[in-house]
């Protein structure tokens, strides 16, 4: 099956600074690439996504990359801020077999003053 | 629209205690999710669902069970609960027709807790 990893597990930055989260992915069959954002206590929620046509998708602050050769694919968020802080996962699935999402093991981003 | 609604938000069973956790979207989607997160492991799956009379298993069902008897509910049944069932539990929802899907919506969680 499918096998998400990702890193870094915390990342620290100062507010407007960048901050990037990686992950790779096993299964050469997936082709959508969600990120999600959950704050405490909460559920996660999707930030933005990238299906594997496409190589790069900006969303305002956000853009994720996808390197499906390398099979690996990146979260950018730019001029951080402190509502930025929250744990952040990437996850993988293919089209079929229930489109079952694999998670990355998330990544706790703390945006300091 | 609700989302994906999770009930309770809370529990604490004894070892050996059986409990349902409720789950029902008012998207109508045809696709549904139980995941467990354990701290530093992510999101496992329990067991999914691709519509109502369908399930299967997903990375890590032993020691529960799921039906789907409407398109609306997916609750998740611990028969014999034990410490190792002690965990964040979430549903999810997404509508997939065709090579399109939307995004998956999670509930707010049930924080459960097996002594």
């Known amino acids: 099956g499918e096998n998400v990893e990702q890193h870094p597990s915390t990342l620290s930055v100062q507010e407007g600074d960048s901050a990037v989260i990686k992950c790779t992915y096993s299964?050469?069959?997936?082709?959508?690439f969600p990120w999600y954002k959950q704050e405490l206590g909460k559920g996660p929620q999707l930030i933005i996504d990238?299906?594997?046509?496409?190589g790069e998708k900006k969303d305002q602050r956000i853009a994720v990359t996808l390197n499906k050769t390398a099979k690996h694919f990146s979260l950018h968020i730019t001029e951080t801020q402190p509502e930025d802080s929250a744990v952040y996962f990437c996850?993988?699935?293919?089209?079929?077999?229930?489109?079952?999402?694999?998670f990355g093991t998330g990544t706790q981003l703390k945006v300091e003053l | 629209n609700a989302g994906v609604t999770q009930t309770p938000k809370f529990r604490i069973l004894k070892i050996g205690q059986s409990m349902t956790l409720q789950c029902t979207q008012d998207?109508?989607?045809?696709?549904m999710y139980w995941y467990r997160q354990d701290p530093g492991m992510g999101l496992k799956l329990i067991y999914y669902?691709?519509?109502?009379?369908?399930?299967d298993k997903g990375e890590v069902p032993n020691g529960y069970n799921v039906s789907r008897s409407t398109t609306e509910d997916f609750p998740l049944r611990l028969e014999l609960a034990a410490p190792s069932q002690t965990s964040v539990y979430f549903c999810a929802s997404m509508y997939k027709g065709g090579d399109t899907n939307t995004e998956a919506f999670f509930g707010q969680g049930t924080r459960l807790t097996v002594v």
């Open positions: 990238i299906r594997s046509n496409v």
């Open positions: 299964d050469s069959a997936s082709n959508y």
């Open positions: 996850a993988a699935s293919r089209g079929g077999g229930g489109n079952k999402l694999t």
């Open positions: 669902s691709v519509g109502a009379g369908i399930t």
């Open positions: 998207m109508n989607h045809n696709y």
